[in-house]
T-cell receptor, first 112, second 114 residues
Framework: DQQVKQNSPSLSVQEGRISILNCDYT??????FLWYKKYPAEGPTFLIS?????DKNEDGRFTVFLNKSAKHLSLHIVPSQPGDSAVYFC???????????FGTGTRLQVFP | EAGVAQSPRYKIIEKRQSVAFWCNPI?????LYWYQQILGQGPKLLIQ????????DSQLPKDRFSAERLKGVDSTLKIQPAKLEDSAVYLC????????????FGPGTRLTVL
């Protein structure tokens, strides 16, 4: 039962262009969503989050959009840089649990 | 601020052997988590501690996995005996408290069971 899904295992984007990473969830009780970034041989690091009372949260080049009716969120990176190449995990929490449920990750490669 | 520390970074064992992982969370963080991340999947929570008490261990295979958090600080995760399917990265994370969804992860221990 995969409650958080990232259907694109990989994404390749040219430097300077926009990267859009998608995430879908099935549990309508989720009320807090986070994106983590993971480099090889390192643990995931927090990138950006959004509460269900908002539909957009921005932090520099990173913007997360939440569409509650579609149970969908996306992470936009503009402009993309080679250092953004990593695996990005979407995570959600809420309802009767405070634990994070992670998606399977999307590997982003930004090429020059 | 020092991050979450884990050791060892890598471990190779044969099936049916035992293994232990150690985690030191960020100072002052009351909540500690152990995750299992199998290749190609996202991290899956094994156990969550609040101080030295267990909050959630519903996904911990208790016939072979055990964990403790002595004095509410460091934690150890043990597997005995190991199976081939236990090959994964074991991540430790900590957060300020249960209400803080933002978790800080350590670098992980990559376990290979042969």
């Amino acid at each position: 039962d995969q409650q958080v899904k990232q259907n694109s295992p990989s994404l390749s984007v040219q430097e300077g262009r926009i990267s859009i990473l998608n995430c879908d969830y099935t549990n309508s009780m989720f009320d807090y969503f986070l994106w983590y970034k993971k480099y090889p041989a390192e643990g995931p690091t927090f990138l950006i989050s959004i509460s269900s009372i908002k539909d957009k949260n921005e932090d520099g080049r990173f913007t997360v959009f939440l569409n509650k009716s579609a149970k969908h969120l996306s992470l936009h990176i503009v402009p993309s840089q080679p250092g953004d190449s990593a695996v990005y995990f979407c995570a959600a929490s809420g309802g009767n649990t405070d634990k994070l449920i992670f998606g399977t990750g999307t590997r982003l490669q930004v090429f020059p | 601020e020092a991050g979450v520390a884990q050791s060892p970074r890598y471990k190779i064992i044969e099936k049916r052997q035992s293994v232990a992982f150690w985690c030191n969370p960020i100072s002052g963080h009351a909540t500690l988590y152990w995750y299992q991340q199998i290749l190609g999947q996202g991290p899956k929570l094994l156990i969550q501690f609040q101080n030295n008490g267990v909050v959630d261990d519903s996904q911990l295979p208790k016939d072979r996995f055990s964990a403790e958090r002595l004095k509410g600080v460091d934690s150890t995760l043990k597997i005995q005996p190991a199976k081939l399917e236990d090959s994964a990265v074991y991540l430790c994370a900590s957060s300020l408290d249960r209400e803080s969804a933002r978790e800080y992860f350590g670098p992980g221990t990559r376990l290979t069971v042969l």
